[in-house]
T-cell receptor
Framework: DAGVTQSPTHLIKTRGQHVTLRCSPI?????VSWYQQVLGQGPQFIFQ???????GRGNFPDRFSARQFPNYSSELNVNALLLGDSALYLC??????????????FGPGTRLTVT | LAKTTQPISMDSYEGQEVNITCSHN???????ITWYQQFPSQGPRFIIQ???TKVTNEVASLFIPADRKSSTLSLPRVSLSDTAVYYC?????????????FGKGTKLSVKP
């Protein structure tokens, strides 16, 4: 079975631009979470979506938004990019029917560089 | 949420057993201890989870004393491919928070 997939793998943007990152969960998984990981730090939680509804939001500004589609894939949008948004953005999915978070399956991430 | 403390880094040699200890003094009754592994440029991967005593799987063992204020991840006979960052997390099982709170983790370097 295919794991969690993310696109694109790498992205370079300029300050002030916006970006859309995409994630496809493991087949049958209904929960998708997004994380930001800056160099040298652990991943930081941004959003969780379950059955197309937002179930949690981390401490990130309103420039960050996300949505989940009927096929359970998800998009993360970031507006008005700042240099500090440069990071690895990770998507994770978890089993159907489980809102619990203990075992999440992570994708390879999207490396975003803001110049 | 219970805060975790673990060493920033550890060094080992191939074939040795590695033990990484995590402190979680404020762990709650419904909390489970969970460990993730992350290789460079990859997403974290679930390794093991436990509530008390000892849990073992094909990858590692997890030792949790009776007071549950700490836990130890044990990696038997490490190889170069075990070089990674290891994260200790305390999670409320069954909670619908849907998020994982990562610290900085322990960077394990395995040398030949």
């Amino acid at each position: 079975d295919a794991g969690v997939t993310q696109s694109p793998t790498h992205l370079i943007k300029t300050r002030g631009q916006h970006v859309t990152l995409r994630c496809s969960p493991i087949s049958g998984h209904k929960s998708v979470s997004w994380y930001q990981q800056v160099l040298g730090q652990g991943p930081q939680f941004i959003f969780q979506y379950y059955e197309k509804e937002e179930r949690g939001r981390g401490n990130f500004p309103d420039r960050f938004s996300a949505r989940q589609f009927p096929n359970y894939s998800s998009e993360l949008n970031v507006n008005a990019l700042l240099l500090g948004d440069s990071a690895l953005y990770l998507c994770a999915s978890s089993f159907p029917g489980q809102g619990s978070s203990y075992e999440q399956y992570f994708g390879p991430g999207t490396r975003l560089t803001v110049t | 949420l219970a805060k975790t403390t673990q060493p920033i880094s550890m060094d080992s040699y191939e074939g040795q057993e590695v033990n990484i200890t995590c402190s979680h003094n404020n762990i709650a009754t419904n909390d489970y201890i969970t460990w993730y592994q992350q290789f460079p440029s990859q997403g974290p991967r679930f390794i093991i989870q436990g509530y008390k005593t000892k849990v073992t799987n094909e990858v590692a063992s997890l030792f949790i004393p009776a007071d549950r204020k700490s836990s130890t991840l044990s990696l038997p006979r490490v190889s170069l491919s075990d070089t990674a960052v290891y994260y200790c997390l305390v999670l409320n099982y069954g909670g619908s928070q849907g998020n994982l709170i990562f610290g900085k983790g322990t960077k394990l370097s395995v040398k030949p």
